[in-house]
């Protein structure tokens, strides 16, 4: 079983920086794509970032320059860095894996394990 533990939200003001966490297991960061998804009330669940097992990242275009992706495997723990946050960049935010490729246009229900998501909150 697949467990996926988020952590690191919080409130910020635009222009601020926060790191998510998602720990994990050895199996899955060594073996899994990961990914960072957020979904924003009444907005559709969109990928942010994924990194695969050989460390290959994609990004979304909305934060290109901005956020990056990255994993310990040591700690067995998944990270995304987020940098110069904006307003829209508030939502719940999901770590996901899944047992083969992906990339950050993959269809979420590619994903068949999650974490439970932890809020981030930009303030203008």
């Known amino acids: 079983q697949v467990q996926l533990v988020e952590s690191g939200g919080g409130s910020v003001q635009a222009g601020g920086s926060l790191r998510l966490s998602c720990a994990s297991s050895?199996?899955?960061?060594?073996?899994?794509?990961l990914a960072w998804f957020r979904q924003a009330p009444g907005k559709e669940r969109e990928g942010v970032a994924t990194?695969?097992?050989?460390?290959?990242?994609t990004y979304a275009d909305s934060v290109k320059g901005r956020f990056t992706i990255s994993k310990d495997v040591a700690k067995t723990t998944l990270y995304l860095e987020m940098n110069s946050l904006k307003p829209e960049d508030s939502a719940q935010y999901y770590c996901?894996?899944?047992?083969?490729?992906?990339?950050?246009?993959?269809?979420?229900?590619?994903?068949?394990?999650w974490g439970q998501g932890t809020q981030v909150t930009v303030s203008s």
């Open positions: 996901a894996a899944t047992f083969g490729r992906c990339m950050v246009n993959s269809d979420y229900s590619t994903f068949g394990s």
């Open positions: 050895t199996h899955v960061i060594n073996y899994y794509c």
């Open positions: 990194i695969e097992h050989d460390d290959s990242t």
